[in-house]
């Protein structure tokens, strides 16, 4: 069976200060990949998907960057954190098209002081 | 907004009751899926209804979708303290490009 991991599963982080989050896919081969972020008690915003290796579509301009090094690896960075980017971060991966049904990691709960 | 919204915001209801949550959209849909999420915790897929279909069910949840008002709604029947979560409804539409809109979500509380 597929299952996602997400880590760290909270993080408390200075501003101006780097981020890296990952999501693993096990399972499953070429998933599509997703990065979500939903502020609190709010919906959830796409980040950032990704169709392949490599392969990488910003949904909004902001301060995060994603990558994806290997097929089942997707990861969330920033160089410097803002305030703004506090939040629940959620990854989630489909079988192929992004209307597919998508499958979410546990999230991480990001704190930037 | 392409982002639709859910009705109501927030709902409290006694254990054994019904909930009702209703989800409306702007633009066409090829499918529309609802989701739960507890507290802190990442999102899980309940169903998935196309746009071809009027109604599906799932244990004791049922949705409804009716495209001519662009909406849809999720039906628990029977509710359990365990219900108690935020649900989502999003919808798939292929027509702009692959876009997956999340809504903003119902609160559902269920007393005990």
């Known amino acids: 069976s597929q299952t996602i991991h997400q880590w760290p599963a909270t993080l408390v982080q200075p501003v101006g200060s780097p981020l890296s989050l990952e999501c693993t896919v096990e399972?499953?081969?070429?998933?599509?990949l997703y990065w979500y972020r939903q502020a609190a008690g709010r919906g959830l915003q796409l980040l950032f998907y990704s169709v392949g290796i490599g392969q990488i579509s910003s949904e909004v301009p902001q301060n995060l960057s994603a990558s994806r090094p290997q097929d089942r690896q997707f990861i969330l960075s920033s160089k410097k954190l803002l305030l703004s980017d506090s939040g629940f971060y959620l990854c989630?991966?489909?079988?192929?098209?992004?209307?597919?049904?998508?499958?979410f990691g546990p999230g991480t709960r990001l704190t930037v002081l | 907004s392409q982002q639709g919204e859910e009705d109501p915001q927030a709902l409290s209801i006694q254990e054994g009751e019904n909930a009702t949550m209703n989800c409306s959209y702007k633009t066409s849909i090829n499918n529309l899926q609802w989701y739960r999420q507890n507290s802190g915790r990442g999102l899980v897929h309940l169903i998935l209804i196309r746009s071809n279909e009027r109604e599906k069910h799932s244990g004791r949840l049922r949705v409804t979708l009716d495209t001519s008002k662009k909406s849809s709604s999720l039906l628990i029947t029977a509710s359990r303290a365990a219900d108690t979560a935020s649900y989502f409804c999003a919808k798939g539409d292929k027509n702009t490009g692959n876009q997956f809109y999340f809504g903003t979500g119902t609160s559902l509380t269920v007393i005990p």
């Open positions: 989630a991966w489909s079988v192929s098209e992004m209307t597919d049904t998508q499958y």
């Open positions: 399972g499953t081969s070429n998933p599509n």
